[in-house]
Structures are given as structure tokens and as C-alpha cells.
């Protein structure tokens, strides 16, 4: 699977990573495969095979997602300034094709939060 250029750096991805693509689940087994000269340093080995979309020369553009997540938010997150948010907590967020993406909090700080989930949509 050949995501977008930078993309591998840009969300941390490695070898054994999981990462989410339109509601499924994979982890990664290899990164620029060189014995395949088509698949450059963003192509991913998965350890399973491709349920997703059809996707020829990049199209249509799909979203590839790590696991897990983190936001930055403009609600103080902390201790004294939050009652309502936890660890474990389940979130649910609409995302643009008006579907509901499952996520779980795994760490709160002051202004971020770090989600895990299967994130189908960029939101």
C-alpha cells in the first residue's frame, strides 16, 4: 500500500505500527520494500490484505490513520479545570461523510488529548 508522500514521517508510522484505513485495522510489516521498484519509502508492507477502496495512481485519495492520536484542543484539559473528561472514556465523532468514528481516551494533558480508534475521515 503506497500512502501519501511524507506520510510515513509525518505520523511515526514503523514496522509494527497499526494503523487505521477507512474503518479497518492493519499493522505494518514492512516500509520501502526494495525488491518492488514501484514502492518507494512511503509504501507499506500490511499483514493482511487490502479491504479498502480501489485506489489507481492515487485515486481516489484515501486517508490513512496511526491508531493512536493526539488533538490539541482550546479547553484547558486539567485536572482543575476539567470535570467532565477521563481516561477510558469512549468519544464518538462525526466525521465528514456524517458517520460516527468510535475513539477512547488514553491520555489527557493541559490542552491535548490522545485518542485511540479506528478514524476513518480527516475531521
Same mark, same amino acid.
Given at each position: 500500500?503506497?500512502?501519501?508522500?511524507?506520510? *510515513? /514521517?509525518?505520523?511515526?508510522? $514503523?514496522?509494527?505500527?497499526?494503523?487505521?484505513?477507512?474503518?479497518? /485495522?492493519?499493522?505494518? $510489516?514492512?516500509?520501502?520494500?526494495?525488491?518492488?521498484?514501484?514502492?518507494?519509502?512511503?509504501?507499506? #508492507?500490511?499483514?493482511?490484505?487490502?479491504?479498502?477502496?480501489? *485506489?489507481?495512481?492515487?485515486?481516489?485519495?484515501?486517508?490513512?490513520?496511526?491508531?493512536?492520536?493526539?488533538?490539541?484542543?482550546?479547553? !484547558? #484539559?486539567? !485536572?482543575?479545570?476539567?470535570?467532565? #473528561?477521563?481516561?477510558? !472514556?469512549?468519544?464518538?465523532?462525526?466525521?465528514?461523510?456524517?458517520?460516527?468514528?468510535?475513539?477512547?481516551?488514553?491520555? #489527557?494533558? !493541559?490542552?491535548?488529548? /490522545?485518542? /485511540?480508534?479506528?478514524?476513518?475521515?480527516?475531521?
Amino acid at each position: 500500500l503506497e500512502v501519501c508522500e511524507g506520510c *510515513v /514521517t509525518e505520523y511515526g508510522i $514503523t514496522i509494527n505500527s497499526t494503523i487505521t484505513i477507512q474503518h479497518e /485495522t492493519y499493522v505494518v $510489516t514492512g516500509i520501502g520494500i526494495d525488491d518492488i521498484p514501484s514502492c518507494g519509502d512511503d509504501c507499506l #508492507l500490511l499483514d493482511r490484505p487490502f479491504l479498502g477502496s480501489l *485506489v489507481s495512481h492515487g485515486e481516489p485519495s484515501i486517508d490513512v490513520f496511526p491508531f493512536q492520536l493526539s488533538a490539541n484542543t482550546t479547553f !484547558d #484539559l486539567s !485536572d482543575d479545570a476539567n470535570d467532565n #473528561l477521563a481516561i477510558g !472514556d469512549r468519544l464518538f465523532i462525526a466525521n465528514d461523510q456524517g458517520e460516527m468514528d468510535e475513539c477512547m481516551i488514553v491520555g #489527557l494533558e !493541559d490542552f491535548t488529548v /490522545t485518542l /485511540t480508534g479506528n478514524f476513518s475521515h480527516r475531521y
